[in-house]
């Protein structure tokens, strides 16, 4: 397939080569675990001193603040990357999607040079989240969009693809792309992935596409819909914007949940386009006066971690249902501190309802948690 006219290739670029210690294959990672199960892992605190670059994160604002169990970390220590990967896998999680912000970005750096190259990575796949809005001008012009969705896989593919330890799907490297339902709002989805597809194709690779797109209403059951036809599976990465309401979820939220998500997965099973559905979930959210925050408990009266209980029942539910067609969940996410929705232990605290000014609490209660969120994966995600 000849690149877009738009998107002419580039230079030759050195194939970057990524050792590992050791690897194990998809077919044995899915023999001890049915289900692939994915954590956003987020790339922010890459300099000693500037954790969740050094910007307030609800935890820290806390009166006493709650720390994460290894303190703020910086993300390009080893040491931090080992205890991360072990924590997750005694979850059953075995898939990491990491931030990425372009070539020799931050996020880039870590990952190819930190996490891809960790001797303890075996047992966890790695694929990449193409952050969209750091790449891609939404309002801008198409030719540009798709110029630079080129430009980032070619880089990408060469980097990243024939590693053993990166993710694959019906023998596809995966690429997780966000927010793709405002890529193609403003008519640039098309001309994107045409663009990133061709770039994979003369890089020797087919791709998988992941959009985060499962958001809203499903579309209309029998008529055509472009994005599925564009797209290898769909997914809500916003589970937040989906449910929030005035701090708690409350039963009808979760419901109200399950139930849009069944539709996406009903529309994608009557698609001629071929199009999977991943199921998603959150622990909650809080990230300041942007928006009002989601209580990690379902309602008032219920649990800690009550919320993300249901949402990962109801998540496991689609995944195992006869008419599944991915056996995949993703979580939102491992160390999503900047809008609290991380999984990742706290070091034990007592629950507190007081925060400084910048972060409203709306009466909401906030407690270190430990390891509570391993322990509720652990039970509901078979080993």
């Known amino acids: 397939l000849p690149a877009p006219a738009s998107a002419p290739a580039p230079d030759p670029a050195p194939v970057h080569s990524i ?29 000693r001193g500037r954790f969740s670059n050094g910007e307030q994160y609800l935890r820290n604002q806390l009166l006493p603040p709650q720390e994460p169990e290894l303190g703020e970390y910086v993300d390009t220590d080893p040491s931090v990357i080992a205890k991360h990967l072990s924590w997750t896998r005694s979850a059953n999680i075995n898939l990491w999607i990491t931030s990425w912000r372009g070539p020799n970005s931050n996020e880039d750096i870590t990952t190819k040079n ?81 663009a990133m597809r061709n770039a994979a194709f003369e890089n020797g690779h087919e791709i998988y ?17 472009r994005p599925f036809e564009l797209l290898d599976a769909v997914t809500s990465y916003d589970v937040y914007g989906e449910i929030a309401g005035s701090g708690y979820a409350e039963l009808t ?13 009903d529309r994608t ?24 925050p989601l209580s990690r ?12 209980k249901a949402l990962l029942k109801n998540a496991v539910r689609l995944a195992n249902a006869d008419e599944a067609n991915s056996n995949m969940i993703l979580i939102n996410s491992w160390n999503g501190f900047h809008d609290d929705t991380q999984i990742e232990p ?38």
Not at 116 to 142: P, Q, V
Not at 299 to 308: E, H, I, R, V, Y
Not at 356 to 365: C, K
Request: with cysteine; hydrophobic share 30%; aromatic share 14%.
């Open 114 to 194: 930190i996490i891809m190259r960790h001797e303890d990575l075996y047992g966890t796949k790695i694929a990449l989240n193409y952050e969209t809005h750091t790449r891609i001008d939404f309002l801008g012009d198409s030719s540009e969009a798709s110029y630079t969705a080129y430009n980032d896989v070619s880089y990408i593919a060469q980097t990243y693809f024939d590693d053993p330890n990166y993710l694959r799907i019906d023998e596809k490297p995966v690429l997780h792309l966000f927010v793709s339902r405002i890529l193609y709002k403003n008519d640039l989805l098309e001309g994107v992935i045409e």
């Open 253 to 265: 939220g979760v419901q109200d949940f399950y139930n849009t998500q069944k539709k996406w997965l």
């Open 346 to 383: 706290l070091q034990q605290a007592p629950v507190t309802q007081q925060a400084l000014d910048s972060f409203n609490q709306m009466g909401l209660e906030y407690e270190g948690y430990g390891e509570l969120y391993l322990d509720i994966t652990r039970k509901y995600i078979s080993p």
């Open 19 to 47: 050792p590992t210690i050791s690897t194990v294959s998809e077919a044995s990672i899915k023999e001890k675990n049915p289900l692939m199960v994915g954590v956003y892992y987020f790339l922010r605190n890459t300099q």
């Open 269 to 292: 099973n009557h698609s001629e386009e071929s199009c999977n559905f991943i199921p998603s979930v959150t622990p909650g959210f809080n990230d300041g006066p942007r928006h009002t």
């Open 209 to 225: 596409i992941i959009g985060d797109h499962a958001f809203g209403e499903a579309p209309t059951r029998g008529l055509y819909y």
């Open 297 to 308: 408990k379902r309602d008032a009266t219920s649990d800690p971690g009550s919320l993300f």
